[in-house]
C-alpha cells in the first residue's frame, strides 16, 4: 500500500500501463479477512492526476472487491471524477472498452435506477456525457449500450440525455452521428421522440452547433444519404415550412471554413441558388452537397423542396438572357461539374423530354452547352451532357452532336481545333454501327472555310485525333476515306497540304500512307 511522493502506488501505475498479472498479484496480497484494507487500497486516489484505479483498465478485477455490504460504497468508488471530471464511464466510453462499460452499467440493480441515469447522465468538465466521447471516436456498440439504459418511463431523462451539448463546439450527439455516418444511431436518436413531443424532435434536428452547422450540413457535407434523407423525414407533410426553413439554414462561412473543408466549392453556386429561389440564403447543406460533387444528396434535397419551389428553379433554369444564353451556358465558362450536374438534376424522370429541349437551346452565335464544352475541354461536362440521352432518344442524341453554331462549326471541329482528344472519341463513339452514313456526314461536315475536323487537327498536329478520325472509317469505306482526305477547304488547301504547311511530319506521313493504302484497296 506503500505511495511515492506522488502519491501514487504499484497499482495506479499497474492500472495505467494495463499489466493485469501485475493488478492480480497486488490484490491476491490481501488475505480473505483483510477486505476492508483492500478496498481502501483500490480507492486511492493519485494526487497529480486524481484518478482512482477504476478510471484505467482491468475493472471486472477491482468491482468483484467489494462485498454486497459494501454497494453504497461501490457507488461511491464509481461516481469518482478525475481533475477533468470524469468517470470510469466517461474513459471507457472514449476507448472503446465495450465490456467494461457493461461491467459498470450492470454494477447497478434495478432499485438503483436513479443513481444508474444520474451515472450515465454525468457530464465532465467540456460538459461531454459517455454518450458523446462514445460517438466521437466511432464507438457505436458503446452508444447503442448508452442508450438503452433508459427505461420507457425515463423517456423525458433520455431526451434531456441526448439533447446535451458539449461546451466546446456546442454540438449534440445527432451532430456527431451525422458527421461520420452512424445511420443506426441516429435511427435510435430519432426513435426516442414519441409524436406528442414532435415539436422537441423539430427542435433537435434544427440545433446548430457553435459554428451554426446543423445535423443536415454534416450529412450533406459528408454525403451520407441515408442520413440526409432520415433528417428530412422528420418533417411531415403540415410542417412545410420548417422544412424549408431546415434547408435553407446556412452556416457562417467565416468560422467554417477549416471546419468543414468544402474540396471543390464555387461561389456561383451560391448566386445560382439565390437568384433562382429569390432567397437571400448562401452556404445551405444544398450548397455543400454541390460542392462535394454528390448528385445523390442533390437528388434528395431537391426533391424536400417540394414542387412549387422546383418548378420555380427550372422555370429559372431555362430563361435565356437578351444574348440567347441559358443558365448552363452561363456557368459552363466556370468548369464546374457540379453545378452542371445540379442544374441537371433539377429535371425529374418524367421532365427528359423537357430537359433535351433545354440543351438543345442556342445562343446568339447558335452556339449549345456541348459546342462550348467541347471547345473549353471540359470532358466531364460532355459526358454529363451526352449521358443525358436514354437509348430511346438517339436520334434527338446524334441531332444534338451534329449541330452546328453560325460559323458552321461543329463540337468535333472545336473539339479537334483545340486538340481534346477525349471529347473527340465521346462524340464519334456516339454514332452506332447502323449510323455509319450520319457518322461519315458528320466527319465531312465542313465549317463556313470549308474546313473539317481533319483540317483543323491535322494544321494544328493534334496526332492522336488524326488518328481517331482516320480509323472512324471502316474496312470497307475506302472510297469515303478518300473522299475524305482530297477535301479541299476555301483556300483549296487538304489535311495533308496543311500537315506539310505547319511542319507536322508524323501526320503528313499517316495521311499520305492512308490515301495510298485506301487507293490500292479499290484497285486490288
Not at 466556370?334 to 424522370?349: A, P
Not at 441531332?399 to 471529347?423: D, R
Not at 455509319?436 to 458528320?442: A, I
Request: proline content about 0%; hydrophobic content about 35%.
Amino acid at each position: 500500500m506503500k505511495e511515492n511522493k506522488y502519491k501514487v502506488t504499484s497499482l495506479h501505475l499497474a492500472s495505467e500501463s494495463g499489466h493485469e498479472q501485475i493488478i492480480q498479484l497486488l490484490l491476491n496480497a490481501f488475505g480473505q479477512d483483510e477486505n476492508q484494507k483492500l478496498v481502501e487500497y483500490v480507492m486511492k486516489e493519485d494526487k497529480d492526476k486524481n484518478k482512482t484505479v477504476l478510471h484505467e483498465q482491468l475493472v471486472k478485477l477491482l468491482l468483484n472487491i467489494f462485498g454486497e455490504d459494501e454497494k453504497k460504497k461501490l457507488i461511491e468508488y464509481l461516481m469518482k471524477e478525475d481533475q477533468d471530471g470524469n468517470t470510469a464511464l466517461h474513459y471507457s466510453s472514449k476507448k472503446g472498452h465495450e465490456g467494461i462499460v457493461k461491467l459498470l452499467l450492470h454494477t447497478f440493480s434495478e432499485k438503483e435506477e436513479d443513481k444508474l441515469i444520474e451515472y450515465v447522465m454525468k457530464e465532465n468538465q467540456n460538459k461531454c456525457t459517455s454518450l458523446y466521447l462514445a460517438l466521437q471516436n466511432g464507438h457505436e456498440q458503446i452508444a447503442k449500450l448508452l442508450l438503452n439504459t433508459f427505461s420507457e418511463e425515463k423517456n423525458q431523462k433520455l431526451i434531456e440525455y441526448v439533447m446535451k451539448e458539449n461546451e466546446e463546439q456546442e454540438e449534440t450527439a445527432l451532430h456527431l452521428a451525422s458527421q461520420y455516418g452512424q445511420e443506426e444511431i441516429i435511427k435510435s436518436l430519432l426513435n426516442i421522440f414519441s409524436e406528442k413531443e414532435n415539436e422537441k424532435l423539430i427542435e433537435f434536428v434544427m440545433k446548430k452547433n457553435k459554428y451554426t452547422v446543423t445535423s443536415l450540413h454534416l450529412a450533406s457535407q459528408n454525403g451520407h444519404k441515408k442520413i440526409v434523407q432520415l433528417l428530412l423525414n422528420v418533417f411531415c407533410e403540415k410542417e412545410s415550412k420548417k422544412l424549408i426553413e431546415y434547408l435553407m439554414k446556412e452556416y457562417e462561412n467565416e468560422n467554417t471554413s477549416s471546419y468543414l473543408a468544402p474540396q471543390n466549392g464555387d461561389q456561383k453556386i451560391v448566386e445560382l441558388f439565390l437568384n433562382a429561389l429569390g432567397y437571400e440564403y448562401q452556404n445551405t447543406a444544398l450548397h455543400l452537397a454541390l460542392q462535394q460533387g454528390n448528385e445523390e444528396i442533390v437528388k434528395v434535397l431537391l426533391n424536400a423542396l417540394g414542387e412549387p419551389t422546383r418548378k420555380k428553379l427550372i422555370e429559372y433554369v431555362m430563361k435565356k438572357n437578351e444574348y440567347k444564353s441559358t443558365v448552363i451556358r452561363d456557368f459552363l465558362k466556370t468548369g464546374d461539374e457540379n453545378i452542371i450536374k445540379f442544374l441537371l438534376n433539377v429535371f425529374s424522370e418524367k421532365e427528359n423530354k423537357k430537359l433535351i429541349k433545354y440543351l438543345m437551346k442556342e445562343n446568339q452565335d447558335k452556339e449549345t452547352s456541348l459546342h462550348y464544352a467541347s471547345k473549353k475541354g471540359h470532358e466531364g461536362i460532355v459526358k454529363l451532357l451526352l449521358n443525358t440521352f436514354s437509348q430511346e432518344e438517339n436520334e434527338k442524341l446524334v441531332e444534338y452532336v451534329m449541330k452546328e453554331n453560325k460559323h458552321k462549326a461543329t463540337s468535333l471541329h472545336l473539339a479537334s481545333q483545340n486538340g481534346h482528344e477525349q471529347i473527340v472519341k465521346l462524340l464519334l463513339n456516339k454514332f452506332g454501327e447502323d449510323e455509319n452514313q450520319k457518322l461519315f456526314k458528320y466527319l465531312l461536315k465542313e465549317d463556313k472555310d470549308r474546313n473539317t475536323a481533319l483540317h483543323y487537327s491535322s494544321k494544328k498536329g493534334h496526332e492522336e485525333i488524326v488518328k481517331l478520325v482516320l480509323n472512324a472509317f471502316g474496312e470497307n469505306e475506302n472510297e469515303k476515306l478518300i473522299e475524305y482526305l482530297k477535301k479541299e477547304n476555301k483556300h483549296n488547301k487538304r489535311s495533308l497540304d496543311l500537315a506539310s504547311e505547319y511542319g507536322h511530319k508524323n501526320i503528313k506521313n499517316l495521311l499520305s500512307e492512308k490515301f495510298v493504302n485506301a487507293k490500292l484497296k479499290i484497285y486490288m
